[in-house]
């Protein structure tokens, strides 16, 4: 009994961390967000998916290979984000304030799609742009 209570223990934690590496991204303002980094495909497609809350000191950061066009379907994504397109520097290309959450029964044409350029998109709480005065030019810091 002792062996079955490790080995759950065990897997308790192992998909609670889902193997995704931190960093820290600092704001102009000096603010730190703790973000944890989407660099595979299927960190990627799952993103923020059924996540129920999301601190304002947290968020994920999308690495890609090279700057680009991305777009971000929103489907299953519980909370609203602020989403923040960058360039290779750090740069905003683009953000989006309060995307609208969805659910698995939100219809197709209903969830959000937003796009932008650049090589990295970070995700974070709605209000995050707000509340730091974050615009397109802003330069963000972060290492990989």
């Not at 947290?58 to 971000?72: A, I, K, N, S």
């Not at 309060?98 to 044409?109: L, Q, S």
């Not at 932008?116 to 330069?139: F, I, K, N, P």
């Amino acid at each position: 009994m002792k062996k079955l209570g490790c080995l759950l223990l065990l897997g308790v934690l192992l998909a609670g961390c889902g193997g995704y590496r931190q960093t820290t991204v600092t704001l102009p303002d000096g603010f730190v967000l703790h973000a944890r980094v989407a660099d595979t495909p299927e960190k990627t497609e799952k993103g923020l998916m059924f996540v129920k809350h999301l601190p304002e000191n947290e968020g994920m950061l999308f690495v890609f290979d090279r700057p680009q066009t991305h777009y971000f379907w929103m489907k299953n994504t519980l909370i609203d984000l602020d989403i923040f397109f960058l360039s290779p520097d750090g740069e905003i290309t683009r953000l989006y304030e309060y995307v609208p959450h969805t659910y698995t029964y939100t219809p197709e044409h209903e969830i959000p799609v937003v796009r932008g350029d650049g090589q990295y998109v970070l995700e974070a709480a709605a209000g995050t742009a707000r509340r730091h005065r974050l615009q397109a030019g802003d330069r963000l810091q972060f290492a990989l």
